[in-house]
Every structure is written in structure tokens, then in C-alpha cells.
């Protein structure tokens, strides 16, 4: 097989709020595609923040490895950006483009695109899908890798368009474990008719495949960087924070319309891609190739998941272990109060914070048993007769830190010089920001 092109399409705070997965939501292209690809059903990110997410997916590193603990636009960078996978593929004969989002460099350095290396950076318009449709009915001959991304679902989102039955609020469901309301339903409404505009915007970007002739040799990678933007979801590790769509669709495997269960996290795309173009991997990758997975040949790569928190508008350090049935997840600053910053501003937020959450404690560790509670709403860490089930969390959780040199070890996580944050004991991430 010829090394096939690769498109990254990637979006804002969806989390798995796409038909595909189940969810009342109009996305009939991302539909379309993965009933013609795969669709990893125990898709998790590695950070349920921005920049770290997407850096992790990119650089094959857990984040507090690759330096992004933080958001690019508030100061944090990379390490090294010779470790973004474009790099990589630079040396096996790829060329590359930037069109939209990658929010993995920031303008104070210089120009983001130059920084991370891309060979093109698509502008002109505000219009992110016309740029990449029309850079694809010129694409280059050689292989390229277009990373594709929408701002969409992010926040602020659009009034209800109450034209159909999932963006009217009358007929919506708010995610669990939001209460419902007119105005939580309200918030879900809007949420739908964004994840439409989404779903219409990377419908044109795949129908121009087809259309160019690219879509039998290009390797579509759909996803986005974390859940969505509402309370417990987004910035949290709890599943609803760190699951993530991931559809995948192309040539030598990637097809067919299967649904995979095995748990993969983004850290595992960089190595993937490096098996299956048949290109040695890198020896600063943290990830396993889902190949087996794709190929038929396991039906789990990973026995067991991590995810991290450092810094998002506030700092607020959380560390969490996954396996098939247990969730462990740790705080670090020992707060009594949650981190508001760290929840978009939303109908949904004002709801519960009408409802007191500004004074409910946030839990210091916790455990789930995934199989009874899947919502992660009973805290089982101080039963008695989960004390064997804590300790092993306890220990993997331990375990990684270690291997991987998490600096939380040594004490909280810094921030760079001159990066910029919010007070945690504030309320919105609009609110006055503390520069280090």
C-alpha cells in the first residue's frame, strides 16, 4: 500500500456528544463516517483541557512530559516541537497543512504555524471548511497530513435554532448528570445546533474527498480534544470529561463500519500511525499502536488509562487511573471549594451554582465502580469493602506518576514565566487573571 494522506479533523469540547455514539444529536456526516470507517467506542483523551489534549494526540507524550500543562494562549508551549508528528512525517516524504484551530503554540513566540513546523498554513478566509475544500481539490501529489480544525462546539454557543426536534428546547435531554430544567434543556438545544453547524462544516471537507477522488487513500482521524463544555464534564476526569469521539477511516484496515471497544487513549494515535505507514517509531512516544485492534488480532491493547489536570483558567491538579471496571481519581490542593474558573460560563453553570455548588466540597479521592456507576456519582473510596480495589488504584496510579516523572511528585506544577491564569477562587474564566 502507498503511504495514503491523512486528515486530522478535529473540533472544540464535544466529547461523545455525536450520533454515532448514541446521543440524540444532528451530526449525520460524522455519522456517515463511521458507519464507513471505525468508531472507537472507549476513546479517551489524556488532559480534559484544550492545548494539553490536542498535545498529547501530537506529540505521542503525556502532557506533563511534552511541557503543555497548561493553554497555549495563556503562555504554555511545548518542550520540543520537534516532536509534533508532522515532524515525523516530514521525514518520510509528507507534506503538511494547517487550516483552522491547533491551539498547541501560541502568537507570542512568533507565528504558531511556523513554530510547530506545518509547510503550509491555509488563510484568507474565516470560512475554515471552503479553505481546506479548496485546498483539497489542489492537493499536492505527495502524501500530506491537512490538520483540519473547527472551533466549534467551544462556547459561547448559538441561540437554540428550534427547527427541528433536537435543537428545540422543549424536546431536548440535558447530559447526565445535569439536572433538567427549561433552562439546562435550553443549554443542550444550543449545544445541538452547534454540533449541527460542526457536523454540516466537516461534511464538506469529507464530500470533497470523495468528490477530489482522496477519499480511497486518505486515512481520516476524527475527533475532538475532551467533553463538553458543562459542569463535571469538561475540565474533570470523570468519563464525561475525558471521553472523546474518535472515528477513524481510510485504506489497510480502517473500514467497514465496525465498532471497537478496547480503551484507547489520543496518546495512542502518534504510534498507531507510525505501524501502520511502516515508519520506526520515535523513541520519545508513551503510546501503544492500536493496529491489533484494527486488524482483529486483540481485543484490548491497554489494561489500564491516565488522565491529568494542571492548569486550565485555574490551577487545579488531578491525577486519575482507568481500568475496564475502576476509576480512581486524586486531588492535589486540597481545596473545600470547587475550581469555578475551570467551568465555561453557561445556563447550565448558573443553574447549579443557584443550587449552591460554590460551597460543595470537592471530593480529595475518589473511586467508581464503572459497571454500577457508570455516571461516577458513588464515591466508594471510603467503603471498607473496596479497601483492596483503592490500594491497587492507589499503586497504578503511583506507579505512573513515578515512571513517567509526573513533576507533581515534587509539588505543585509551575507555570512558565509570564503565563496567565485565574485566581481559583474565583467564579468565571472572565474574571480578573493573575500573571506569573
Known sequence: MDRPNILYLHSHDTGRYVSPYGFDVPTPNI??????????????CTNPTCSASRSSLLTGQWPHNNGMTGLAHRGWTLNDYGHHVIRTLHAHGYHSALCGVQHVANHREGKPWDIIG?????????????????????????????????????????????????????????????????????????????ARTLDAKMGRVLDTLEESGLADRTLVICTTDHGIAFPRM???????????MLIMRGPGGFEGGRAL?????????????CDYLGIEPPDW????????????????????LFAEVNWHAAYEPLRA???????????????????????????????????GWAERPPYQEALFDLVFDPNETDNLAADPAHADVLADMRARLQR???????PLLAGPVPAPKGAVANDPDGVSPGDRTLTF
Open 31 to 44: 455519522q456517515r463516517l463511521a458507519e464507513q470507517g471505525l468508531l472507537f467506542r472507549q476513546a479517551f
Open 118 to 194: 506545518y509547510k503550509e498554513h491555509l488563510t484568507g478566509s474565516d470560512d475554515r471548511a471552503a479553505m481546506a475544500v479548496d485546498w483539497l481539490k489542489n492537493a499536492p501529489s505527495e502524501p500530506f497530513f491537512l490538520s483540519c480544525g473547527f472551533v466549534e462546539t467551544h462556547r459561547k454557543f448559538p441561540e437554540p435554532a428550534c427547527d427541528c426536534r433536537q435543537t428545540d428546547p422543549r424536546y431536548t435531554r440535558p447530559p447526565l448528570p445535569i439536572l433538567d430544567t427549561p433552562e439546562t434543556r435550553a443549554d443542550m438545544a444550543a449545544f445541538n445546533t452547534i
Open 234 to 244: 469538561k475540565c474533570n476526569l470523570e468519563d464525561s470529561g475525558i471521553g472523546v
Open 261 to 273: 471497544d478496547g480503551m484507547v487513549s489520543h496518546l495512542d494515535i502518534f504510534p498507531t500511525l
Open 285 to 304: 512516544l508513551q503510546g501503544a499502536s492500536l493496529m491489533p485492534l484494527v486488524r482483529g488480532e486483540a481485543e484490548e491493547v491497554r489494561e489500564e
Open 321 to 355: 487511573a482507568r481500568t475496564r471496571r475502576w476509576k480512581y481519581i486524586k486531588r492535589y490542593d486540597g481545596r473545600t471549594r470547587p475550581v469555578l474558573p475551570n467551568c465555561d460560563d453557561s445556563l447550565t453553570k448558573t443553574a447549579w451554582m443557584e443550587h
Open 400 to 406: 505512573w506518576m513515578e515512571e513517567t516523572d509526573d
